[in-house]
């Protein structure tokens, strides 16, 4: 069973500050824990197929397909700044202002 020298100990690895009442209260939440997985272990699942999944489940996912975006200049031209054929954007990263 879980005591609260335990508890503390765990909370310092961890790097927890744990107030008296606060120790106390996970002992007893944290064993009710352990208990409940010490019940779920004397079940048999000897024929119980390993899943990774409660529920099968399948990726969806469409045809990666080539298609036109639309007229470079007409989109260039609703930027706020261009420069030539590319959109004009702030630096956002070290180095010198242009």
């Given at each position: 069973m879980l005591d609260r020298?335990?508890?503390h100990k765990v909370a310092l690895l961890a790097r927890l500050n744990l107030t008296p009442a606060e120790e106390e209260q996970f002992t007893t939440q944290l064993g009710d824990i352990l208990t409940y997985v010490e019940q779920l272990s004397e079940l048999d699942t000897s024929e119980v197929q390993p899943t990774t999944r409660a529920i099968d489940v399948s990726n969806v996912t469409r045809p990666d397909t080539l298609k036109s975006s639309g007229d470079r200049d007409l989109i260039l031209d609703s930027a706020p700044?261009?420069?030539?054929e590319f959109f004009k954007v702030p630096q956002i990263l070290g180095g010198e202002q242009v």
């Open positions: 020298d335990q508890v700044d261009r420069d030539g």
